[in-house]
């Protein structure tokens, strides 16, 4: 993703909707797209397993979208023109989700996007950690870290 | 799930099918279940991401699905009625899956099998690591490992 990043909540649902088959299938919608937070919910019933609660991959899936978001949307906010790719992640279950559930990425801290920009500096490439909670019925459900890696296009 | 694990390829599919939302959306397929491995397989098309490459998140639910399968397996085998969740993960990801891809998930070695049985006899709950690999066009795509919980039904 480019500069071509939408800035607000109804385009980035616009564009997971047209360019990201499972965000379709999994009914994701987008609360939140502003520099400091992205959140992404999703409806309990098509993300539902055999207990009749959110299926772990789902929780990985809006989790990894919205981290993913919040660094494509730092790069399109400094102009960059850059890659934005999942490298590794971490979850822990913590609770089931027993109705529909949000995830909730916070922005990276200010020493973190410094390193970012010197690393995308000097060599075109970095990387990033964002922490991801997801939640379900005012609890959480889920804490995911995904490491992103940041390729500029150029 | 329970003792009605379905111990083949088959009934392992339409018991996803069935119960699992995202197994039927993202069109997940029951390649091999047997005790030694489950093969969760999916298409590239229903999976595709703003890349033309596989979402993240599908890659990180077929993995999830064939660990829990794995486990479940182990526990329908040694006739315990007992729940299987996935309590921790973590994934590297390791080259774009181009097409379809696969998960491959092996029966935790011999001394897990020993220490998880300690473990449920002791106190009706344990845990086991399992490790998945998913593959694309013949190249790990990405690695995986499920740390997942047991807890007998009684």
């Known amino acids: 993703m480019s500069n071509a990043y939408p800035l607000d909540p109804a385009g980035l649902q616009a564009y997971l909707l047209e360019q990201i088959g499972p965000a379709r299938?999994?009914?994701?919608?987008?609360?939140?797209?502003?520099p400091e937070t992205v959140v992404i919910a999703a409806p309990l019933e098509p993300n539902r397993n055999d207990k009749g609660t959110a299926f772990a991959g789902s929780l990985l899936s809006v989790a990894a979208l919205a981290g993913w978001?919040?660094?494509?949307?730092?790069?399109?906010a400094e102009s960059l023109?850059?890659?934005?790719?999942?490298?590794?992640?971490?979850?822990r279950f913590l609770a089931p989700a027993r109705s529909g559930f949000r995830a909730v990425a916070?922005?990276?801290?200010?020493?973190?996007?410094?390193?970012?920009s010197r690393?995308?500096?000097?060599?075109?490439?970095?990387?990033?950690?964002?922490?991801?909670?997801?939640?379900?019925?005012a609890a959480t459900v889920m804490s995911f870290l995904g490491v992103y890696a940041v390729l500029l296009q150029r």
């Open 81 to 91: 023109e850059a890659e934005v790719v999942l490298r590794s992640s971490s979850a």
């Open 119 to 137: 690393m995308l500096a000097r060599s075109g490439r970095g990387r990033v950690e964002i922490p991801v909670e997801v939640s379900s019925d």
């Open 69 to 76: 978001a919040v660094v494509a949307r730092w790069c399109a």
């Open 106 to 116: 916070h922005r990276a801290d200010l020493s973190q996007c410094e390193n970012l």
């Open 25 to 34: 299938s999994l009914q994701l919608a987008v609360e939140a797209d502003d």
